[in-house]
């Protein structure tokens, strides 16, 4: 495989995002729009000579956000249209190899029909990136003779009435051999109605030339919209998730609503997972064979072991859980929890940064934070690690088989050993021993006859 050149213009502001964001640095899945554009063309052009970002005005964050080695990123400024933005690129592009150019705003191109696009290019060719549109309006229209072959590109304000009709538009993204654009764009000039360097003005040369320009079609339409504002935004965001539930379907995960489901990132699901509505995976999850996941889920970078049952309104955020775990409704595994096999985690339970072995229990109403619990350990409704002493997070180490009286609080650093009882309400300042009953609490006292008071008049 030959390597491309490839341009990816950014330049433009994106005013009508109405952000001080810049535009290409808006998420799309969570993932920045030229991010999703820089992995189409890494993985469609399969070896890339140069990869060259035309950027502008605020671009800075964008450089700082998205710094990859391969990337030389080129400042355009003033911005002076497409052909001038190109220009800029040029000194960077292997002369050698063809240039295939993308625009940082156009985030969902299939990498399948760039590819074709790069087929269809060769060292005399120029290959174009054209879709019929209903509503052409705006775009540049594609002129062809009588004989179907491409002549030029007429921009909307440059054209006639019979051009305007064409409903054949150029999307902007194209493929051209790198020594004849080198030659080409020097000589673009601005006698146009908006005063630009028109880059679509490099077709009617490469006619003049002799070269063949063949069109290459989108499989949807939504492969070439751009974002320019919020809304476009968002239409996109929804063809990304439905397209990506539809592949977990295909994959056989059962989502109980293809349209409520979101996914940011990568989600990995072994045979048999069920998803009910209104989840939203983050980063990268892996849910192991049987899983369910109830409504209302967030997680975030954690792994589900196989079988294990998550109900409705749980948060998950780097997490790791062994199989046939039960956990929710409205818990929340925070950082660094790692469970064990048939670990129970109920209802309003936090974990965070604790190991928790197989077949324990937090039912209820607890938080277990910088803890080592061993097995079968069964942790009372409402306890607490009190990990934190304003100053210093310490550990709560609880043995196998220890039973945590309901109401307990375990002041950290404190260890409770094997087989250890530890009586509800217990404030537990020192190591409980194993096999024993410890318990901290007041005796319970009973006052015969005694009066509640009255109300004076
Ligand atoms: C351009 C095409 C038009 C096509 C349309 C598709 C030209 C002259 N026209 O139109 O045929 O139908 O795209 O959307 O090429 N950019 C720069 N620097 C500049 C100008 C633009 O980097 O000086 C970037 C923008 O950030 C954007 C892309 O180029 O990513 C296209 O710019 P935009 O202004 O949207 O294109 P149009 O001129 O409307
Ligand atoms: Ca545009």
Redesign the pocket.
Known sequence: MIPMNVVI????QGKRMRSAQPKVLHPLAGKAMLAHVLDAARAAAGAVAHICV?Y?HGGETVRAALACADITWVK?EP????G??VLQALPHLDPACRTLIL???VPLTRVATLARLIAASTDDALALLTVRLDDAH???RIVRGKDGAILR?V?EKDADEAERAINE????ILVAPTGRLAAWLPTLGQGNAQG?Y???DIVALAVAEGLAVRSVHPIDAWEVE?VNSKSQLADLERVYQVGHAAQLMEQGVQLADPARIDVRGELVCGRDVFIDINCLFEGRVVLGDNVTIGANCVLKDSQVGAGSHIQPFSHFDQAVLGDDCRIGPYARLRPGTDLGRDVHIGNFVEVKNSTIADHSKANHLSYVGDSTVGTRVNIGAGTITCNYDGANKHRTVIGDDAFIGSDTQLVAPVTVGRGATLGAGTTLTSNAPPDSLTISRAKQVTIPGWKRPVKTK
Do not use: F, R, S
Request: proline letters at 0%.
């Open positions: 213009l950014a330049a433009g035309v502008g355009q911005q002076l249209g497409t001038h933005a625009y940082g705003d705006g775009y540049g590109i921009e538009v150029n999307t902007g630009e028109y880059l679509t751009g």
